[in-house]
């Protein structure tokens, strides 16, 4: 385990966990569900989102043999098949609105075993959570070539005119029947948004009118493939034609090596609604030209042209010296569609070379190093705040919009709430506008812990501000609450003392701080005052209202203090 881990990090991965299925339920649904589960070693490997070649196990022994040098990178090669003998994939014009690109190949006499088939299927799902976008932009389909014959339509119909039986059901359905059907699915769901509100929806038909798939949504039922499938037809359809053929690309390199002829791909037609034709996968080898000093200049080293070009061979680039050593010419293969300029080359070198093996040295820029003052200010708060008996709390900075609206008795218009677009749960909908209601769901938490409960803490708050170039600025704010069977207004105002005392500000009018009595939401009425220093309102301090304690699931009185510090550094 610790040699693989050692050779992850030098291949520039990260061995994340060594675990296994039993292991992995048993943290999720306790030892009783995980009953059964194998025991087999899994081992989760942090890839960089750029690299689909690593996605799979293919890709990633394959690229690990080629950086310890066993084995030489494959030469992959497309095969034209005779005229009139190959696929054909015709794009009709009705696609234009919905999914206008597609793209297609075929692994002819491929052999698969259950690991092999698992491993297949595996990939096509990172595809469609990673490049693809969650079948935005590419979706991909595979079908067993030998139950059904070309050419092949790709067209766009009404809901109603397409029906055929999906993927692993046991009847045949319309597409509209589809979008219903899997509609509570917890997979396919996800992807249903994609064309439901469209007049067409797209379909691949066959010769004889057989559905091979409804993309981006589901497969046919008559052509998915198995263990004993042979013959491989995959077709990308798409709104994005250049991730498209990264995709056709990066499936048909990683498992053309179970083919007859390994890493050898059938090429298939793809017609245009215009006539024209182009011929996939386009496995397309490019040459670009590094020179060996910007490689040593940029990573720190200095090695000879002929060991850098031996460094990037090993990272699947093959390379070599040309022009009396003022070159290095560098083959970038169809598999790696990451590497789009020269730093990616660089960054390739440095990775070969080994990130530990670069010699340290000292930045020829003189710089000395120093804290913002208004961190600076917040840790001396933070000490003297708990040396006055206060526990301090760090709160989420995303809460709902209950939270600093409802709860507080307040409108969300008036928060200037910055929201969050696609909130991934109702507890993380916009950022805090304030720290009082962490403090109190924190208190809410901890209610059978002793009275009195003494909280605190100093962090930023979010609000809109048109002002500024990104809408929205942090403000720091410090927050106390009082928790006991008696709300202890004076200890919060007590705090506040301190706190002014801390921070040099006396009680006055002329150039201190003052409290006027004000009514708040949150607040009791008659029991609320606002703070004024350094000529403007800073916070509020007072007894929270009984409706704010009783929505926060708290039983008892609260006394509440928040300020914003900004003014005082």
Not at 435 to 447: D, V
């Amino acid at each position: 385990d610790e040699e693989f881990n050692e050779l992850c990090f030098e291949f520039g991965l990260e061995l994340d966990e060594i675990t296994s299925e039993k292991d992995i339920i048993s943290k999720e649904k306790g030892e009783e569900k995980a009953k059964g589960a194998s025991d087999t070693i899994l081992y989760k490997i942090d890839v960089p989102a750029n690299r689909y070649d690593l996605l799979c196990l293919e890709g990633l022994v394959r690229g690990l043999q080629v950086f310890k040098e066993r084995i030489n990178l494959p030469r992959y090669e497309k095969i034209i098949p005779a005229q009139g003998e190959g696929q054909r994939l015709i794009i009709t014009e009705e696609t234009v609105q919905v999914r206008p690109h597609a793209v297609a190949a075929v692994l002819r006499n491929i052999t698969f075993t259950k690991e092999r088939y698992d491993s297949f299927i595996d990939l096509q799902e990172k595809l469609h959570q990673n490049i693809c976008r969650r079948r935005a932009l590419v979706a991909i389909g595979t079908h067993d070539l030998d139950t059904i014959s070309g050419p092949f339509t790709f067209t766009a119909k009404a809901p109603s005119e397409i029906k055929f039986k999906p993927l692993n059901q046991s009847q045949e359905y319309t597409a509209s029947q589809i979008m219903d059907l899997y509609r509570t699915d917890s997979h396919l769901r996800h992807y249903l948004h994609l064309i439901e509100n469209k007049p067409l929806y797209p379909v691949i038909y066959d010769s004889n009118g057989v559905v091979l798939s409804m993309p981006p949504i589901i497969n046919g039922d008559h052509t998915k493939i198995s263990v004993n499938t042979r013959n491989v037809f995959i077709e990308c359809t798409g709104t994005d034609i250049t991730k498209a053929k990264i995709v056709l690309d990066i499936i048909v390199t990683m498992f053309s090596e179970y083919c007859e002829k390994p890493f050898s791909v059938e090429a298939a037609e793809v017609v245009y609604p215009n006539g024209k034709t182009h011929i996939y996968p386009e496995l397309a080898y490019r040459k670009e030209k590094v020179k060996p000093e910007l490689i040593n200049k940029k990573v720190g080293i200095s090695e000879t042209p002929s060991s850098l070009a031996k460094l990037l061979t090993r990272m699947c680039l093959k390379s070599h010296v040309i022009g009396n050593g003022n070159n290095i010419e560098i083959e970038i293969p169809p598999t790696r569609a990451d590497i789009i300029h020269a730093c990616d080359i660089v960054e390739d070198a440095a990775i070969a070379y080994g990130y530990n093996n670069i010699q340290m040295t000292i930045p020829k820029t003189y710089t000395i190093a120093n804290q913002l003052p208004l961190n600076k200010l917040t840790e001396l708060l933070r000490l003297d705040l708990a040396a006055a008996g206060f526990t301090e709390a760090l709160t989420f900075a995303l809460c709902s919009q209950e939270d600093i609206a409802d709860k507080l008795g307040m409108d969300i218009s008036a928060t200037k709430a910055v929201r969050i677009a696609n909130p991934k749960t109702a507890e993380f909908q916009v950022a805090r506008t304030t720290l009082l209601p962490g403090l109190l769901k924190t208190i809410a938490a901890n209610r059978k812990m002793p009275l009195p409960l003494k909280l605190f803490e100093v962090s930023d708050i979010v609000v809109k501000d048109p002002d500024t170039d990104v809408g929205a600025r942090n403000y720091r704010h410090f927050c106390a609450v009082y928790y006991n069977k008696s709300p202890g207004f004076e200890i919060i105002h007590g705090l506040l003392d301190r706190v002014m005392q801390l921070l040099e500000v006396p009680p006055n009018e002329e150039n201190g701080y003052t409290i006027k009595a004000t009514e708040g939401s949150a607040f009791f009425p008659g029991r609320c005052a606002e703070i004024f220093a350094k000529g403007q309102s800073v916070g509020k301090l007072g007894v929270l209202h009984p409706d704010v304690i009783t929505k926060f699931e708290l039983t008892m009185p609260c006394s509440a203090l928040e300020i914003n510090i900004e003014p005082f550094v």
